[in-house]
């Protein structure tokens, strides 16, 4: 039977303590992905249905998978007043549509089945791979269209 003993100061005691919470809460950011909390979900390699709906969950949206709806958009190249107030809306969120003028995106709709209020439908406008906007929308009289984060 071997006895090991070492006298440690506290000094020592509370820096490899101290090491030791460094590497904790650096296992800790690593096994979660890098994401702070309350940090925003990346619009970049949203390619597949799944990438879009996991998108949406990232802001608490359930959206039906079977409800998917994709249309092929063109930007306009000059916004009118209407077109003007949903950019607006999207640079609330961090997009702009401007950047895209006269450029093909992809639309994809979904129902949202966790919404207070029905029918909502999620639209997540996507160029290259890359969500550059989208909203929540309840097209009943009295309803609502806007960004992704926050209930209602």
């Known amino acids: 039977m071997f006895i090991f003993t070492a006298k440690l100061s506290r000094k020592k005691i509370a820096a490899g303590l101290g090491a030791a919470g460094v590497l904790l809460i650096g ?5 979660s992905g890098n994401k702070a909390a309350g940090s925003e979900p990346s619009p970049k390699g949203v390619k597949t249905q799944a990438d879009r ?7 608490g949206w359930e959206a ?6 994709c249309q092929e958009v063109v930007i306009p190249t000059e916004f009118d007043s209407v077109f003007e107030g949903y950019n607006n809306l999207q640079k609330e969120q961090g997009f702009d549509l401007a950047k895209y003028k006269g450029k093909r995106i992809t639309r994809y709709m979904y129902v949202i089945t966790n919404h207070e209020q029905t029918p909502v439908y999620a639209s997540v406008l996507i160029h290259k791979n890359t969500v550059i906007g989208g909203d929540l929308q309840n097209p009943a009289p009295g309803g609502f269209l806007r960004g992704f984060k926050g209930r209602e």
């Open 53 to 59: 709906i996991a998108y949406l969950a990232s802001y």
């Open 64 to 69: 039906d998978a079977g409800s998917e709806e």
């Open 27 to 31: 296992l800790i950011l690593m096994l």
